[in-house]
């Protein structure tokens, strides 16, 4: 990892001059050394809503699945599907995104019998059988390269327990991801050419969020407060008997959680003593909602993902109709993400099945197939008559007017199953005479 130089020397760890504790350093534009690989994974099972900036965009991409389209006739598509699915290709689709993003880099490899050893180039030509494919992060492979330049090897270093510990694999084997940070080459050089984990970006926005989240949960804790009466306190402390103050208010303590009651001491009128003193008093709790809110905007934006689906909610209320914008926004992003990253993924691992001599096609090949993702949000039964009765009073429309005869209408919807009526398959009728004279005189106006 790159450790970037401070602009002085004076650190003290003692009282947190410098650090990250420091309030001047840590509100002053000032680089910081990249999250640590142990950082990265204690976030990954210990932090979820910093996960959330990994997995949420690479399950969005993958959730609803994809199809395979553009198929000759002679491929059993069901036998395609059937080994995608043995194969968990969509799972390791997700994994590679979300590894990738989260690390700053991972690998997805292929296990193949086609007799050659895993460190030689990939000949598809000899593919036998696919095995089955296996997802790494950046911590658990080392490039190997021979020159100044992109890795042409893997070495698997932590895989312990499997079959693919220790191995070499060749880089025309493997997809290599890197995660949405795009570094230019000199920093890609300094990464072994991987990159730097999504975190970074947002790391220090969360860290505000997750320090005004700590101290709402400190202010809930000692949210009733506790208050002791004793007469006489001041005069037993200077008399030097705090330790039997200290013994009584430890007895205090431990009758209230134990009996859940408390036992005072009552006073004596003879030697005019007080009585003790119990009270509870509250602390008020008013603004601390509006301060932790006052974090949560800056790092809901530096994650890049908007409010709505990173956090499940919105200013407005789930329910007021303000949030469709954001769900169109978000689904055009995860669209533009699944053409520039999972189809080309998809290709390579369906090209590898088509390849293989035991594969669903016997070796042979498809001239061309195209990978088609599913739409990203299902309609409801609601949403779903809303649309047919909109489409059936298109049709209607189109019927009254004479455009489209009941029959076509007939064959193309309830039959072919169209959204859409295809204009080819119609046969307009010719327009009169008088009619197409003026048509073309109004064109050529």
Request: aromatic residues 8%.
């Amino acid at each position: 990892m790159v450790s970037f130089p401070r602009l002085d020397d004076v650190t003290s760890f003692l009282t947190g001059l410098g650090t990250s504790v420091d309030r001047s350093t840590s509100m002053r534009m000032l680089p910081r050394a990249p999250l640590t690989m142990p950082e990265l994974d204690a976030f990954w099972t210990q932090k979820g809503i910093s996960v959330l900036c990994s997995t949420l965009p690479a399950e969005a991409m993958t959730r609803e699945g994809h199809t395979i389209e553009s198929l000759p006739e002679w491929v059993d598509a069901k036998a395609v599907d059937s080994t995608a699915q043995d194969l968990a290709i969509k799972r390791n689709t997700a994994r590679l995104a979300a590894f990738g993003s989260h690390w700053g880099g991972a690998i997805l490899g292929v296990a193949l019998d086609d007799g050659l050893p895993p460190y030689w180039p990939l000949d598809l030509g000899r593919i036998k059988r696919v095995r089955g494919f296996f997802v790494l992060n950046r911590n658990e492979v080392q490039p190997v390269t021979r020159a100044n330049g992109e890795p042409e090897a893997y070495l698997i270093t932590a895989a312990t327990g499997t079959p693919i510990e220790g191995r070499l694999i060749h880089a025309s084997r493997v997809i290599k991801y890197c995660g949405p940070i795009d570094l230019p080459k000199h920093m890609r050089r300094d990464e072994q050419y991987w990159s730097l984990s999504v975190l970074e970006r947002v790391y220090d926005e969360m860290r505000k969020m997750w320090s005004a989240l700590g101290y709402a949960e400190g202010v809930l804790h000692d949210l009733i407060l506790d208050v002791f009466s004793i007469p006489g306190l001041q005069e037993a402390v200077m008399a030097g008997k705090g330790d039997m103050v200290k013994a009584r208010v430890r007895l205090f303590a431990g009758l209230k959680s134990i009996f859940r009651a408390l036992v005072i001491d009552g006073g004596n009128e003879e030697k005019k003593r007080a009585p003790e003193q119990y009270v509870q008093k509250s602390r008020t709790v008013t603004g601390i909602p509006q301060l932790v809110d006052v974090f949560v905007p800056a790092a809901v934006a530096a994650t890049g993902i908007p409010r709505t689906i990173f956090l499940g909610d919105s200013y407005g209320g789930l329910n007021s109709g303000g949030n469709d914008g954001e769900w169109r926004s978000w689904d055009a992003r995860v669209k533009s993400w699944q053409g520039d990253i999972i189809t080309p993924w998809l290709t390579w691992m369906y090209g590898l099945l088509f390849a293989a001599k035991d594969g669903p096609t016997a070796g042979r090949e498809p001239e061309t197939f195209t990978i088609k993702h599913r739409p990203l949000r299902q309609p409801t039964p609601k949403e779903e008559a809303e649309i047919d009765a909109l489409r059936a009073e298109r049709h209607r429309t189109y019927w009254e007017m004479g455009v489209l005869s009941a029959a076509v209408i007939q064959e193309q919807v309830f039959v072919q199953g169209r959204d859409r009526i295809s204009m080819e398959a119609v046969d307009l009728p010719a327009l009169p005479p008088a009619v197409e004279s003026e048509v073309n005189a109004a064109l050529t106006a």
